[in-house]
């Protein structure tokens, strides 16, 4: 059992506009950074959103993220099939432990 | 660019310690920007953080994971391990290895973020 929680999955269209939830509680998401990785099938995660809404360079400004209290949320607009992938919130938590939700299966139908 | 790469058997019998290595290329691991760590993920599961360490010898570790986990730093050769006591079929996972980047100078492990990752190697526990 996860300590931040996301849906199992998500799906959308291309071009639609898909966000996923990520849920925490005082001691991570509400006090600290919240961060978003992508899975490709068969790969290591990639970074995908630091500190809460900052892209790396080379990640499409389709992808932002936000967060409010103890929640984040990442969105995906103009989905397109290469994003489909496993999706995963992190944060750190006061213990300080680094924390990960679940993730979610992001399906480009 | 930095790399990332973990080396180790891919069989542990159950009972026994594992013991992994992640050497570093393209940059220092004395670097005061980065933290290393280690996160796991069983086959078809998500991701699990086992602990973290700066190139002085700080750590954090999980606190599910404590009692049988140590990770270590070799500046020397640019490397950090992880060794994982009294393995059992749970532990059998894909043990990535991961620098933590600060975005400057590490003051607070808080502020650093997972990047890059290694590729990630399966390790299976099982007599």
């Known amino acids: 059992q996860s300590v931040l929680t996301q849906p199992p999955s998500a799906s959308g269209t291309p071009g639609q506009r898909v966000t996923i939830s990520c849920s925490g509680s005082?001691?991570?998401?509400?006090?600290?950074?919240v961060y978003w990785y992508q899975q490709l099938p068969g790969t290591a995660p990639k970074l995908l959103i630091y500190?809460?809404?900052q892209r790396p360079s080379g990640v499409p400004d389709r992808f932002s993220g936000s967060k409010s209290g103890t929640s984040a949320s990442l969105a995906i607009s103009g989905l397109r099939s290469e994003d489909e992938a496993d999706y995963y919130c992190?944060?750190?938590?006061?213990?300080?432990?680094?924390?990960f939700g679940g993730g979610t299966k992001l399906t480009v139908l | 660019q930095l790399q990332l790469q973990e080396s180790g058997p891919g069989l542990v019998k159950p009972s026994e310690t594992l013991s992994l290595t992640c050497t570093v290329s393209?940059?220092?691991?004395?670097?005061?920007?980065?933290?290393w760590g280690w996160i796991r993920q069983p086959p078809g599961k998500g991701l699990e953080w086992i602990g973290s360490?700066?190139?002085?010898?700080?750590?954090y570790y999980n606190p599910s994971l404590k009692s049988r986990v140590t990770i270590s730093v070799d500046t020397s050769k640019n490397q950090f391990s992880l060794k994982l006591s009294s393995v059992t079929a749970a532990d059998t996972a894909v043990y990535y290895c991961?620098?933590?980047?600060?975005?400057?100078?590490?003051?607070?492990?808080?502020?650093?973020?997972?990047?890059?990752w290694g590729q990630g190697t399966l390790v299976t526990v099982s007599s």
């Open positions: 991961a620098a933590l980047y600060c975005g400057g100078d590490c003051y607070s492990v808080f502020l650093s973020w997972f990047d890059p």
């Open positions: 393209g940059g220092s691991i004395s670097s005061s920007s980065y933290y």
């Open positions: 360490i700066y190139y002085s010898g700080s750590t």
């Open positions: 005082s001691s991570n998401i509400g006090s600290n950074y």
């Open positions: 500190r809460n809404n």
């Open positions: 992190a944060a750190w938590d006061d213990s300080p432990q680094s924390v």
